[in-house]
């Protein structure tokens, strides 16, 4: 069976590191796998291609550029360069609509969806003719839906009177594997202790919708507090000179370490961290709590997150944004507290479907299925 894995851009990100992770396992299983990105602007790093790379599978990225014409040249070029396939699966929400008629020859097309919406944010009456016009055809073109949330799925099929995509849920996942090395790395003290420091991580693109600016809240509530708290960020974006800019103006700039994205998020959430914040407005399935569970490392998170990513529970905390900074500073030193064994940890990933060798045999199962009935006489 030939797969052919969209992803675009192929920057660092959640749905970039789930197609890595699910490529490698496929290909072990015997699949033939490809992976394709189609880019506006250059490369801005190279992480998961090279993850890629180390596991010998292919990776086409194309940038995209020249008029609309040829940009439509050009994706149709790249789908027929790859020869015959038996599914493409597209991850890149919105956007991938806009790909799939150029997949027509290919039996089985399926869109991921990884949000729990899909409304326009933009600005322009262009820009919100092509997002309606993406949305439509996914809808009308995708033989299959996966939503990484009922959200998600919801989202992407909506409730057209004539019939929907069908469709299912199935979250994103990790390899959890490569985690559990590094489960007790940090020597955990006491928070406020003497010898001690609370260190508090964020990870992830530093956007509105991620709220980074109240871990900056939370880290000043704890000071507050006299807790000998730091903060540890690792990501990118808009935000991110607001970020600095907040730090600096209430004189917290010695206790706050910003790092760029990179390809050790397991040693730098088990050796920097202990406990990981993510305070949300809207997420689906996000990668990095399972990680910090996998590497033992609580997590507390917005309510906006699902409770589907729950492996460990003793690991895993939930609050609601509207409850403040205050309550989250106090949820974040609870949390901090807790310890687990490996032991522990191993035996609550075998059995769930978030570990990426338990949904690997249920995605080829369901790639075999989709074949079989695309290819069965009307």
């Known amino acids: 069976m030939r797969i052919l894995f969209e992803v675009s851009p192929l920057n660092a990100g959640g749905p970039q590191s789930w197609v890595c992770d699910m490529a490698s396992a496929l290909k072990q299983r015997g699949l033939i ?59 890149s929400d919105v956007f991938s609509g806009l790909l799939v008629p150029f997949t ?3 039996p089985v097309r399926i869109i991921h969806a990884r949000t729990p919406n899909w409304r326009f944010r933009g600005r322009g009456l262009k820009n919100f003719l092509l997002h309606q016009l993406s949305i439509w055809q996914a809808r009308r073109l995708c033989t299959h839906a996966l939503g990484v949330t009922a959200e998600s799925l919801q989202a992407i099929t909506g409730r057209q009177r004539n019939g929907c995509i069908p469709g299912e849920i199935m979250p994103s996942a990790i390899r959890a594997s490569r985690f559990f090395g590094h489960i007790g790395s940090r020597n955990h003290l006491p928070p406020g202790g003497n010898a001690g420091k609370l260190a508090i ?58 790092y760029p994205p990179g390809n050790n998020i397991e040693e730098m959430l088990a050796q920097k961290m202990d406990v990981l914040i993510l305070p949300s407005d809207f ?15 609580p997590v507390v998170c917005s309510t906006a997150v699902s409770p589907d990513v729950c492996i460990v529970p003793d690991l895993f ?5 509207a409850k403040g900074s205050a309550a989250w500073a106090e949820m974040v030193l609870q949390a901090s507290a807790t310890h687990v064994s490996r032991a522990q940890v191993e035996s609550c990933f075998s059995k769930s479907p978030c570990e990426i060798e338990n949904q690997a045999g249920v995605l080829i199962d369901r790639y075999r299925q989709l074949l079989q009935a695309a290819q069965r006489p009307q």
């Open 283 to 297: 997420e689906g399935t996000p990668r990095v709590v399972m990680e910090s569970q996998a590497c033992g490392v």
């Open 33 to 91: 796998v490809n992976v394709v990105s189609f880019e506006l602007q250059p490369a801005r790093d190279t992480i998961c291609a090279d993850r890629l790379l180390k596991e010998g599978i292919p990776a086409m990225r194309i940038l995209l550029q020249g008029s609309w014409r040829n940009k439509l040249s050009t994706i149709k070029a790249a789908f027929r360069a790859f020869g015959p396939c038996d599914v493409v699966h597209f991850n």
């Open 104 to 106: 027509r020859h290919i």
């Open 201 to 258: 991580g964020f990870v992830g693109r530093l956007t509105p919708s991620k709220n980074p600016v109240l871990v900056i809240d939370v880290l000043s509530r704890l000071r507050e507090k006299g807790i000998h708290a730091e903060v540890v960020i690792i990501g990118a974006g808009p935000e991110e000179q607001a970020i600095k800019t907040q730090v600096v103006r209430r004189g917290l700039g010695e206790y706050v370490t910003l």
């Open 317 to 321: 905390h939930r609050i609601s944004l």
